[in-house]
């Protein structure tokens, strides 16, 4: 891997498909040991008999931890590159999960959750830097070919779960740090390739994107990101309803095994990652802002569907959502890129991580709601988030 990712140094034009498949990689391994949190909530609830409400919490602090520090982070490495951080953020997420597998009590689970945060942190920013500069122009390409890593390895979390760590319990968690090493290896590859190839890929990159974004005030600037936060809330507040607490849906409406809810819970993030890998091509082709109008706001209809649907209805609902709904991010982000050129790192921080802020404090909310009412009443007021959706027709364009 390090040979090919160490090659001679590229023309900005090209697409450079080693680099893009191998911080794809990357991310799958760093969000499925990632996944793997949520996914042993049935485990966890049991063995230290935690309420919704700290299930919730759980999630919060995990997510607010990288949604604080990505932003903060990308700042940083926009002036000062740290090709080395992305394996030591790798690290990070290693002892996280060592953490989780081996806590006493609900407290060392809550720092096992901000280690994985931190490694989260450190990683997406300059992970999502390095596939843009590997893009060869292909921005929404790129930026979903790397992120569909991380997707699938979100989807398969669940899978894991299902058939190792509930029937094992907490402490099989562990076996799934090692792959993390593989992780620390092939960043180390991307980091010297990073550091080579850097100086003459970035700045022919920034003074094109320079060329190309019609000139916006600070003001529209602002506005534009604003409605993206918006949109991104909207997104990820309903997404969090899936992420933790679908599987629970699942049983008590429907009454099927934990086992069952958790394969279900696969399909919808296997959708998730479908939908993440076609939105970026199609932004590339026919403008970024179409693709964040269907998405978002075309789930409605769906979401509204589901909460009064039987299970294979709920299913197929969810597989359509997963699919829609996921081709929005690839379009965000580079949307945001193409508002602000020469702050990559600070863009991909911002809106990953405040990602990861929406569904941890989607998760805490939705959590005391569940405790309160009923999962299933979650799942009725989520439904109508991808109204925000109509903001879209706020945005300015901005693409050629």
Not at 191 to 213: C, D, E, F, I, M
Not at 215 to 237: C, D, E
Not at 367 to 395: M, N, R
């Amino acid at each position: 891997m390090s040979q090919t990712i160490e090659a001679p140094r590229v023309s900005a034009s090209m697409t450079i498909m080693p680099v893009l498949v191998a911080a794809s990689l990357c991310h799958f391994i760093n969000d499925v040991t990632q996944a793997l949190l949520p996914a042993t909530y049935p485990v966890l609830k049991i063995a230290f008999d935690l309420s919704f409400s700290q299930l919730g919490v759980l999630t919060l602090v995990y997510q607010i931890t990288a949604s604080i520090l990505q932003p903060v982070v990308g700042w940083y490495t926009d002036g000062r590159p740290q090709p080395y951080s992305l394996p030591f953020g790798m690290a990070c997420s290693m002892a996280g999960t060592l953490v989780v597998a081996f806590a006493p009590s609900y407290p060392v689970l809550l720092i096992g959750a901000s280690m994985l945060g931190i490694g989260s942190s450190i990683f997406h920013p300059e992970s999502s830097r390095i596939a843009r500069m590997a893009s060869g122009g292909k921005h929404g390409f790129a930026q979903s070919l790397f992120q569909v890593g991380g997707n699938l390895g979100t989807s398969l979390g669940p899978l894991l779960a299902a058939f190792f760590v509930l029937p094992n319990g907490q402490h099989y968690l562990a076996h799934f740090s090692v792959i993390t090493l593989v992780g620390i290896l092939i960043l180390t590859g991307l980091g010297r390739w990073y550091q080579v190839n850097a100086p003459h890929l970035a700045a022919p990159r920034k003074r094109a994107a320079s060329a190309t974004t019609p000139a916006l005030s600070r003001w529209k600037i602002g506005t534009a990101i604003a409605i993206l936060v918006a949109l991104i809330f909207s997104k990820y507040f309903y997404l969090a309803s899936f992420t933790s607490y679908y599987n629970f849906y699942l049983v008590e409406r429907f009454g099927i095994s934990a086992k069952a809810a958790q394969i279900y819970q696969f399909v919808f993030f296997a959708a998730v990652a479908t939908g993440t890998l076609i939105g970026g091509p199609v932004g590339d082709r026919i403008g970024r802002k179409k693709v964040i109008w269907g998405s978002i706001l075309g789930i409605l209809p769906f979401t509204l569907a589901l909460p009064h649907s039987n299970l294979p209805i709920t299913v197929v609902l969810s597989v359509i959502i997963g699919i829609v709904i996921a081709s929005a991010f690839s379009a965000i982000v580079v949307y945001a890129q193409e508002l602000m050129p020469g702050r990559v790192g600070m863009v991909s921080g911002l809106f990953f991580g405040f990602a990861f802020g929406m569904g941890g404090i989607g998760a805490a909310a939705l959590g005391a709601l569940a405790d309160w009412t009923s999962v299933e009443f979650v799942f009725e007021v989520c439904a109508f988030l991808p109204l925000i959706g109509l903001l879209t027709a706020l945005l300015p364009n901005v693409e050629h």
